[in-house]
């Protein structure tokens, strides 16, 4: 179905010969513009939207361009998204019916009117054009690197001869990776905490504003300082008027990330006292609890261990975040219980305990080290007391026996 109407969109654009249109319209009449969507409710909205306008000025056809197309219904679409391998496609819709889709779901419109010269606007017009046969609308989807976004910049500094990215790779970016996926998500916390704790140290490298546009406001707001050739020797703001076309009616992100330290650091202390009281008090509470966390523990190393080495998500790669949570707890599942009959922990169990709380310690020594480091101190302050906790309630039945 999505091929089908990218072919049709093809065909409306390059061979209807009935009147002028934007396929065929001398780049001296092409109007260029970049539209920007704002962030929506459902998850994948929320990092915001936009595309490349043309429009011809003599006929007034307006076709929107973007590269945000994904279909649930593709073969193999959720192995395929597991894996990191995301099949995304180029597709165009006349302006008028694109926008109605955004005023309708509330989301804001913002249209920043490009100056670029005819020849700039006719190639890129050939060029987009040239992207939307069927052969070459796929291409594999990468959230930070080459994304709906990375995609519509990428084909204007096509255009425009590599001018927006000589400068925006000069000019160091406002936050990581890490920080704007954070931003971003926190208005739905549990998946915000989630894609934190898979983020590896890829997503805390500094980042220029080149990188840093990977996101629609981003781009919208780094193309407002770039400067091009006027043609008469001097230079011109390539944001020629910017335009608010439909505000927005949907939560809007926070300006900042949250910090997660205090709250996650807060409740791994919680827990680690429960368990502690527990350890004296409760004996099967105790051993409930101390499952509980073992098991997602375990369960989330393994996770973790999975999208490092089985997957194409680079972003997960190399997690410090599998020192602190490791397939080691599934070897500790029935130390609770044999505690809560008075046994004394074996051997065994000690020599996991000492390897997990060594590799704890490594997470901490990790941000001693220089270079590029994991930001991961919410989940060291997280675990590392539970761990603590867990160790010491573990040894009691033997110190109680020496």
Known sequence: MRALALLLALFLLAVVPAHASVADAPGANLEVALVTYGPGDVYWERFGHDALELRDTVSGEAVNFNYGVFDFNEKNFFLNFARGRMHYLMDAEYTGEEE?????????????RLALTPEQASALRDFLLWNMRPENAGYNYDYYADNCTTRVRDALDKALGGIIKARLTAQSGGMTYRQQTDRLMSAQ????????????????????????SFLPYELQDNLRGIRVPDGHGGTQSLVQDEQLLSPNHVAVPPAQAPDLRLPLGAAGLAFAIVLILAARRWPTMHALLATLWLLAAGLVGLLLLVLWTLTSHHSAWANANLLLFSPLAFLLLRAPWRMRRGIAPTRFVDTVLVLQLLAALTAVLLHLLPGTVQQNQPWILFALPVWLALAWSLRRPLLAHS
Not at 100 to 112: A, F, M, P
Not at 190 to 199: F, N, Q, R, S
Request: proline share 8%; glycine share 8%; charged share 15%.
């Open 100 to 112: 109605s889709y955004y005023v309708q779901v509330g989301r804001s419109i913002t249209r920043q």
């Open 189 to 212: 916390p549990w998946l915000m905490l989630v894609l934190d704790l898979g983020l590896g140290p890829y997503a805390d490298q500094p980042l220029d504003a080149w990188q840093e």
